[in-house]
């Protein structure tokens, strides 16, 4: 599942995901917040906040995911991951590598400074 956090600046679209993430996750939450933020703001910053319940990411979840990060790479402004899970965050330690914007990756005990980063 994946849902909106709140409380964070205009051009971030910060979710919290949890349980089994599907492509419809995607498709019906995280895809419109980050097309309405690219609409409205020109560039825009994601933090993914993975807590503890998170269980899987389902093949379509995975796909979508690609295709958001392809479609709208030179929309991105930075990216915040936070994860206790090692190796989301080392395949995050990798990838930001081959992207134009900064990337950070944190703890979940480390979310606070995750969105003051992602805010900045």
């Known amino acids: 599942m994946i849902e909106i956090m709140q409380g964070l600046p205009g051009n971030v679209v910060a ?8 492509g ?4 019906n939450v995280l895809i419109p ?14 933090l993914y ?5 998170l269980e899987w990411f389902t093949l379509n979840a995975m796909l979508e995911d690609a295709k958001v990060g392809i479609l709208n790479i030179t929309d991105f402004e930075k ?5 206790d899970v090692d190796w989301m965050n080392v395949a995050v330690e990798i990838f930001k590598f081959i992207v ?6 944190y703890k979940n005990e480390e979310l606070l400074e995750a969105e003051t980063w992602i805010s900045e």
Request: hydrophobic share 35%.
């Open 49 to 53: 906040h993975m807590d503890k319940e």
């Open 15 to 22: 979710v919290n995901v949890s349980g089994e993430v599907t």
């Open 33 to 46: 917040a980050v097309e309405d933020k690219i609409k409205k703001y020109g560039k825009v910053r994601i």
């Open 79 to 83: 990216i915040a991951v936070v994860s």
């Open 100 to 105: 134009p914007f900064p990337v950070r990756t």
């Open 24 to 27: 419809d996750d995607y498709k």
